[in-house]
């Protein structure tokens, strides 16, 4: 799993748009949501793909003239699970009520073109070299074209944000094309903390929250997860109080 957070997130950016036609299906007919296809505002792809072991690192290329966003053109690495993370805040979100969302890519499975090339091996003395070296790059072309489709489902699930009219405002999309570290490493624990924890608290401590940027996503995490530590703890001390007071006068 990869961060898990409220739906109405803080980070607010707009998203953008890659050329060509928008899918029908993904719109939800409203006033002023329609974004010109000629709009080459933001453009969104896998420049690179690195198969390690059982994880695909997806180089995301990114190039823009939105103001929104720090440069004009930046590269981040991520993985599957980046993607899920960045799919999954837009189900969560409720304001996409009506809208259908572009689904998650699949996670890449190599597992069985590993095997066969695996059996292959192992059983390599009771072939020809010609019926070794024939299978063995039938096995590889196999795999190869596994992995382009892996490589393109991912793209066509960016492509296919930024291109929405809707979806391209989203502030995770921008989150996900511009942060350069991993959203699935060190932060993840303390996102995870305040994630759950902001479900639970006021509106005040939600506008506390809108004020991340991307500078400072690391900064800001640390220090709302200390404040609001220090803020449940103090509130359940206030419950306990409260609650023997009620049962001495009782």
């Given at each position: 799993?990869?961060?898990?957070?409220?739906?109405?997130?803080?980070?607010?950016?707009?998203?953008?748009?890659?050329?060509?036609?928008?899918?029908?299906r993904l719109e939800k007919k409203k006033p002023n949501e329609?974004?010109?296809?000629?709009?080459?505002?933001?453009?969104?792809?896998?420049?690179?793909?690195?198969?390690?072991?059982?994880?695909?690192?997806?180089?995301?290329?990114?190039?823009?003239?939105?103001?929104?966003?720090?440069?004009?053109?930046?590269?981040?690495?991520?993985?599957?699970?980046?993607?899920?993370?960045?799919?999954?805040?837009?189900?969560?979100?409720?304001?996409?009520?009506?809208?259908?969302?572009?689904?998650?890519?699949?996670?890449?499975?190599?597992?069985?073109?590993?095997?066969?090339?695996?059996?292959?091996?192992?059983?390599?003395?009771?072939?020809?070299?010609?019926?070794?070296?024939?299978?063995?790059?039938?096995?590889?072309?196999?795999?190869?074209?596994?992995?382009?489709?892996?490589?393109?489902?991912?793209?066509?699930?960016?492509?296919?944000?930024?291109?929405?009219?809707?979806?391209?405002?989203?502030?995770?999309?921008?989150?996900?094309?511009?942060?350069?570290?991993?959203?699935?490493?060190?932060?993840?624990?303390?996102?995870?903390?305040?994630?759950?924890?902001?479900?639970?608290?006021?509106?005040?401590?939600?506008?506390?929250?809108?004020?991340?940027?991307?500078?400072?996503?690391?900064?800001?995490?640390?220090?709302?997860?200390?404040?609001?530590?220090?803020?449940?703890?103090?509130?359940?001390?206030?419950?306990?109080?409260?609650?023997?007071?009620?049962?001495?006068?009782?």
């Amino acid at each position: 799993d990869c961060v898990e957070e409220t739906s109405h997130d803080p980070l607010s950016a707009p998203a953008a748009q890659t050329p060509g036609s928008i899918d029908p299906r993904l719109e939800k007919k409203k006033p002023n949501e329609n974004v010109s296809l000629a709009d080459n505002s933001l453009l969104v792809d896998i420049s690179d793909a690195l198969s390690e072991k059982e994880k695909v690192k997806f180089t995301v290329h990114t190039k823009t003239t939105l103001p929104e966003f720090q440069k004009s053109e930046f590269i981040v690495v991520r993985q599957h699970e980046e993607f899920v993370w960045l799919h999954d805040r837009y189900e969560e979100n409720e304001e996409y009520a009506g809208y259908i969302i572009p689904p998650a890519p699949p996670r890449p499975d190599f597992d069985a073109s590993r095997e066969k090339l695996q059996r292959l091996g192992e059983g390599e003395g009771a072939l020809t070299r010609e019926e070794f070296l024939k299978m063995k790059e039938e096995l590889e072309d196999e795999y190869l074209a596994t992995f382009k489709k892996t490589v393109a489902m991912h793209e066509v699930f960016l492509q296919r944000l930024a291109a929405h009219p809707v979806f391209r405002n989203d502030s995770h999309l921008r989150v996900f094309l511009e942060y350069e570290q991993d959203l699935c490493a060190k932060p993840r624990g303390k996102m995870d903390l305040i994630g759950g924890l902001m479900r639970s608290m006021t509106t005040t401590t939600d506008e506390i929250y809108l004020g991340a940027t991307v500078r400072d996503v690391n900064d800001f995490f640390e220090q709302e997860t200390t404040f609001l530590q220090e803020y449940y703890s103090h509130l359940k001390e206030a419950v306990a109080k409260v609650d023997r007071m009620t049962t001495k006068h009782k």
